[in-house]
């Protein structure tokens, strides 16, 4: 195993309370994704848009964002401190929210999400290419820290529920908007590390040897696999929530519902190590697509069955799987495989791909749902299959040697 050049003597300082300030910079930043993800739909919906205005509003700032982000992602790892790119991002995102304070019509509620989207979505990537580099660095903990964005998240989830079932759908800009001044402040003591890791003229060839070229087939075939089996929680995240206001379930209950899948990944992040450390990422990512599949095919079965809410506590509870493995998968493999100075660009076309996959999956999501309802879930299982293929031509192109620290 390769190593990459030696640190010099300013990174080899670990900043103060490194672990706990990542932390804090991945529960604030979780807290506005959990209020948007499952709340924002029927923000939407209260406000008059039909299904497929809402999968427009939802969709289009995905497309947008699988342009910008890669570009700003790369930018961060030329900055002088990646850190200093997160604080600013974080900070155009909370005076953009603010435009969801405007009178809601289709095109200006349609502007403020795609203008958001362009500095909302790189500071996520650039979060985690921070805790990645003190990884290697400083022999981090990387689920350790990122737990607390999923615990953070489903806060999010929990308090959201609550708080609609009190004053209304209204809510949900307002808590946005304090969440993101929450993030700000937790950016402004985000760990500087300065510029990631450059390989000096001795290593190089070591370096390109034992981490091949960004854009190499096995990097493809897994960064899109992911992007695919993602992709194919599309219809869950846009539509799941009205689905479930639909058949009677109360704000409260939805909010449990979103906060017991996180549950189930928080758990995922605690056990990872001991369960999974002796896996590849493929055995990971093929786990991850099986456990997509069952949700798809089990969630329109749940009502009509008879299982009632319980049935959809007990199939929330393999977000664990489809989701939690995804997401370890994906840095465990960029850890493994990327050399540091392109660990933001990696990051940046992984972001490319789920962004790209999701927004096609989501476009569709709203009509899907406005002619067959919850059997509309059955349309995703044949996109985690596709992802599934290709995280198998990953598996005939992975590398023979990983990256050392």
Request: charged share 10%.
């Amino acid at each position: 195993m390769s190593s990459l050049p030696p640190l010099s003597p300013e990174q080899l300082v670990k900043p103060r309370h490194f672990e706990l300030r990542m932390s804090l910079i991945f529960f604030t930043l979780f807290v506005p994704l959990g209020t948007h993800v499952p709340y924002f739909p029927l923000w939407l919906q209260a406000k008059g848009f039909h299904a497929e205005q809402i999968a427009v509003i939802l969709a289009a700032p995905m497309f947008l964002r699988v342009a910008t982000t890669p570009f700003l992602t790369a930018l961060a790892d030329k900055a002088s401190d990646r850190a200093n790119v997160y604080v600013a991002l974080v900070a155009a995102s909370l005076i953009l929210s603010a435009g969801y304070f405007l009178p809601p019509t289709y095109a200006t509620v349609l502007a403020v999400s795609l203008a958001l989207t362009v500095v909302w979505t790189p500071y996520s990537p650039i979060a985690d290419s921070l805790a990645l580099s003190g990884v290697r660095r400083f022999g981090s903990n990387y689920a350790g820290m990122r737990k607390w964005g999923s615990i953070s998240y489903l806060c999010a989830n929990l308090a959201g529920g609550f708080i609609l079932s009190a004053s209304g759908a209204q809510a949900v800009p307002v808590i946005i908007f304090a969440a993101l001044c929450a993030a700000l402040a937790a950016g402004l003591i985000a760990p500087r590390l300065g510029r990631p890791r450059r390989a000096s003229p001795l290593s190089a060839a070591d370096i390109q040897q034992s981490a091949p070229k960004l854009l190499n087939r096995y990097f493809l075939y897994f960064s899109t696999g992911v992007g695919v089996i993602t992709a194919s929680h599309a219809f869950l995240y846009g539509f799941v929530s009205i689905y479930w206001k639909s058949i009677g379930i109360t704000d409260s209950v939805v909010g449990l519902l979103w906060g017991w899948g996180v549950v189930a990944e928080i758990c995922m992040f605690v056990v990872f190590t001991r369960a999974f450390a002796s896996f590849s990422v493929v055995s990971i990512m093929l786990i991850a697509g099986i456990g997509a599949i069952m949700r798809w095919i089990a969630f329109p079965l749940i009502w009509p069955l008879g299982l009632g809410v319980g049935g959809f506590f007990a199939i929330q509870t393999l977000h664990a799987v489809s989701v939690a493995l995804v997401l370890i998968g994906l840095q465990k493999m960029i850890g493994e495989t990327i050399a540091e100075e392109r660990t933001g660009a990696a990051q940046g076309i992984a972001y490319f791909s789920n962004g790209f996959f999701m927004a096609v999956a989501t476009l569709i999501s709203g009509p899907l749902y406005d002619r067959f309802g919850a059997n509309g879930f059955f349309a995703m299982i044949p996109i985690a299959l596709t992802g599934l293929a290709l995280i198998g031509l990953a598996a005939r192109s992975a590398p023979q040697r990983r990256l050392g620290r």
